[in-house]
């Protein structure tokens, strides 16, 4: 079973920034958390992990609360093509690379 | 770099045949991993290979079976396929085993009739 909970959906306006939540409260201290999205029957696309600290890429932000039970994915200034859906991962290490997803949070951008 | 490459892209089969998919990965990745997406089950793990090594197996029966050659290339087999085995399946490769980003190709669509 997944180890996160996600909103199943949300909207956000085109160029305003999307912020996508994502729990996680049992990760233990080596786990990372990895977010990646999925357009319509595309293969998922790696988006951008971490464990600690925040990161940020061009694609997105990552924002990991202190306590680390919980993050926020953030797209700065969604468009149209952002619509698709967000997966939360927590990396289950002693399972090598095996990735478990959840339902996953259906982001829709509106023009 | 070219990314992890799937073919076919999209089969159709009649229950009772064979399937075989092939994956390549991005150049330099040496494992590999499979997953099933349904839309009942969502995105599930089914195996990863690393140096031509089963190294992980999902709950999924006998009947999946796959194989990496000393290229990286991995193949996945399907026998005796089920209408139930209609899915995306999805191909993902990194660097080594471990906590390596995963990186998935564009899948392939299996339609079994």
């Known amino acids: 079973d997944a180890k996160t909970t996600q909103p199943p959906s949300m909207d956000c306006a085109e160029g305003r920034a999307a912020n996508l939540p994502c729990n996680h409260s049992?990760?233990?201290?080596?786990?990372?958390v990895y977010w990646y999205r999925q357009i319509h029957s595309q293969g998922p696309q790696y988006i951008i992990h971490g464990l600690k600290n925040n990161e940020t890429n061009e694609m997105a932000s990552l924002i990991i609360t202190e306590d680390r039970k919980s993050s926020t994915l953030i797209l700065p200034h969604a468009t149209l093509r952002d619509t698709a859906v967000y997966y939360c991962?927590?990396?289950?290490?002693?399972?090598?690379?095996?990735?478990?997803f959840g339902a996953g949070t259906i982001l829709r951008v509106k023009s | 770099k070219a990314g992890v490459t799937q073919t076919p892209r999209y089969l159709i089969k009649t229950r009772g045949q064979q399937v075989t998919l092939s994956c390549s990965p991005i150049?330099?990745?040496?494992?590999v991993s499979w997953y099933q997406q349904t839309p009942g089950q969502g995105l599930q793990f089914l195996f990863e290979?690393?140096?031509?090594?089963?190294?992980n197996k999902g709950n999924f029966p006998g009947r999946f079976s796959g194989r990496q050659f000393s290229n990286s290339r991995s193949e996945m087999n399907v026998s005796t396929l089920e209408l139930g085995d209609s899915a995306l399946y999805l191909c993902a490769s990194s660097l080594y085993q471990g906590t390596d980003t995963q990186y998935f190709g564009p899948g392939t669509r299996l339609t079994v009739l």
């Open positions: 049992t990760i233990s201290g080596n786990e990372y």
């Open positions: 991962i927590v990396r289950v290490r002693e399972y090598g690379n095996k990735l478990v």
């Open positions: 150049s330099g990745h040496r494992s």
């Open positions: 290979y690393f140096s031509e090594t089963q190294r």
